[in-house]
């Protein structure tokens, strides 16, 4: 080449540094080896997965419990027991409830793929036929329903436990399942052979054929057609057909039948705080019983009948005595420390527990005594009465009072009311209230025994006395009178609060928790007066009020009724019920069922 200058050599091209070869090499092979990212789509399993499985688990759980107090009825045991009548009662309810989580799982389930989704579609399928299966049982009470309900219940859990594995650990989850598969319920079958000799024309004709028989002691006759003989049962078939074949030589027809007989057995802790609506104790009682009472903390029982017959049971369920009072029972009290009680009704007699011997001087009165409470703290039973007919012609009432061993007390007693008779409520200090009705008011005195000689006034109400109470604090009083139902606060007893029209019956609660019971509705009043709820039912005519208001619904249908926000949980009382009362402690409710038993639920 040849330039301005002259010749020039060739221009040569620049060699790239090292590390820039490198670098576009590393950079084409990142670029040749990284695929693009990639869009990472959302899950499409099940979301309500936990929820589900709570709601699972709650099921199962309450299967759990009731099939452990159903299997001790069907095995002769006394404690904890469910009978078969109340459980196909719940049975239905968890029928109905496994329906509505079917639809639950369907509708998680719709347009969702992935294992909790798999999961909860089988354990679906398991609780429908549990659900099957338990409504069998309510229907015919058949024990292969039942038996096929535990295998339903024992392979629930496993599948909720499957489930488990692939959701977030959930403590509350863990808890159920645990807890659920602690109550460890058997069932046992084996297969029985029985020989059936008949039918006959008449029971005549059945009995005719026993005696032809030899009248075998494993033979039983039926008395309403058809009239049959049954022979077993036989453990195989082969004994069986021994059987018939030696009647045919006698020229005595049989045939042999075979059925599947079930045995149930229970281990485990006992379900108390999940069987709560059930019994905890069932005592066979005095006949015609009418009256219940329980100790303070609910452990000692007495009942008592119109026939003056009472009944007394220790904390083991054991009869203790049979007292023995005058017709008309009308009240029944034990003390404090469950030593003595009383008992009666225009006589009253004080006991010794648990020997039930007469002690100290008997209460009389010219009418039936209409309350019979003991006062705590200073320590006595005090009774009312009407005067003889009622009515102020007749002569006056009477307010009675006796140590626990049934000594005569001094001064206020005994005290004189007007004919109408007075009301009495008690304080936890000890302290008596009194309200009687003169003059077209209802006055509320009050004193302390041992140190009062005589009543004061506290408070007059408009109309004539019903029903009076007082809060365990003293602090405020409550009472139903012609006119209304009021509340007092005896901080302004001068201040008398119209809460309602009157109603059937009052009381508080340990809380200070005012309720009102009317026909159709209980009504909770706070400790300052406020309303805070009104729940309803059909036909109210008893409250008693404990860690839960208890209400006689009807004649046969026990409710307890949280004290948050009303809401009812029916009690598995299992017959008419004649009385109900709830244990000072408020823990425990004691009910007369059917007049012949006493029936106690720990509320919780």
């Not at 909770?524 to 059909?538: I, Q, V």
Request: proline share 6%; aromatic share 6%.
């Amino acid at each position: 080449m040849i330039g301005r200058w002259g010749l020039r050599p060739p221009r040569t091209p620049r060699t790239p540094p090292a590390i820039a070869i490198l670098t576009i090499a590393a950079i084409f092979l990142f670029g040749a080896c990284t695929e693009a990212p990639l869009k990472v789509a959302p899950s499409r399993d099940a979301e309500a997965g936990t929820k589900l499985a709570r709601d699972a688990g709650a099921i199962l759980l309450q299967f759990a419990a009731y099939d452990y107090g159903l299997a001790g009825a069907l095995s002769s045991a006394k404690a904890r027991t469910v009978t078969p009548a109340r459980y196909g009662v719940v049975a239905r309810g968890a029928a109905n409830t496994i329906s509505a989580y079917s639809a639950g799982v369907v509708g998680a389930a719709v347009d969702r793929a992935g294992p909790i989704r798999d999961k909860l579609v089988t354990l679906a399928d398991g609780l429908t036929d549990l659900g099957r299966d338990a409504q069998s049982y309510a229907d015919a009470v058949d024990p292969a329903a039942f038996a096929r309900v535990i295998s339903h219940v024992t392979a629930g859990w496993q599948r909720l436990r499957d489930l488990s594995t692939a959701l977030p650990r959930d403590d509350v989850l863990e808890s159920a399942i645990a807890r659920g598969t602690s109550f460890v319920v058997t069932a046992s079958a084996a297969t029985k052979h029985t020989v059936t000799v008949g039918p006959y024309t008449t029971v005549a004709d059945a009995e005719q054929a026993l005696k032809a028989i030899g009248s075998p002691q494993n033979a039983a006759l039926t008395r309403t057609a058809p009239f049959v003989v049954r022979l077993g049962p036989y453990p195989d078939a082969d004994a069986a057909a021994q059987v018939v074949a030696k009647l045919a030589s006698q020229g005595i027809v049989s045939l042999v039948s075979q059925d599947q007989s079930y045995t149930f057995a229970r281990s485990g802790p006992v379900p108390d705080a999940e069987l709560w609506r059930e019994p905890s104790r069932v005592l066979e009682s005095a006949p015609a019983a009418r009256r219940i009472a329980l100790s303070d903390d609910g452990t000692w029982i007495l009942t008592g009948s119109d026939g003056g017959q009472a009944a007394l049971f220790d904390p083991a369920d054991t009869l203790r005595a049979l007292p023995q009072s005058f017709a008309g029972m009308s009240a029944l009290a034990f003390s404090d420390d469950a030593r003595f009680f009383a008992l009666g009704g225009q006589t009253l007699t004080f006991l010794t527990a648990p020997a039930g011997q007469v002690v100290g001087t008997p209460m009389r009165f010219n009418n039936v005594a209409t309350q019979l409470l003991f006062v705590p703290t200073t320590r006595l039973f005090v009774a009312t009465s009407k005067g003889p007919t009622g009515e102020p012609s007749g002569g006056a009432g009477v307010i009675g009072g006796r140590a626990p061993d049934g000594v005569p007390l001094g001064d206020p007693f005994p005290i004189v009311t007007p004919a109408a008779g007075a009301q009495v409520a008690v304080t936890d200090a000890g302290d008596v209230l009194v309200g009687t009705t003169s003059g077209g008011g209802y006055d509320v005195e009050i004193f302390r025994p041992g140190r009062d000689g005589a009543l004061r006034a506290l408070a007059r109400i408009p109309g004539a006395g019903r029903a009076l109470t007082v809060d365990r604090a003293g602090k405020t009083v409550a009472a139903i009178t012609d006119q209304g139902t009021y509340r007092v606060s005896l901080a302004d007893a001068k201040t008398v609060t119209r809460l309602a029209s009157p109603v059937r019956e009052i009381a508080f609660g340990t809380d200070a928790t005012l309720y009102l019971l009317d026909q159709t509705s209980l009504t909770s009043f706070a400790p300052d007066g406020s309303r805070r709820w009104t729940t309803t039912f059909t036909d109210g005519r008893r409250l008693a009020v404990g860690r839960r208001a208890v209400v006689v619904d009807g004649v046969d249908r026990l409710i307890a009724i949280a004290p948050s926000d009303g809401a009812i949980e029916e009690l598995g009382a299992g017959g008419t019920v004649q009385d109900v009362v709830v244990s000072r402690d408020g823990k425990t409710v004691g009910v007369v069922v059917d007049a012949r038993r006493a029936v106690l639920f720990t509320l919780p």
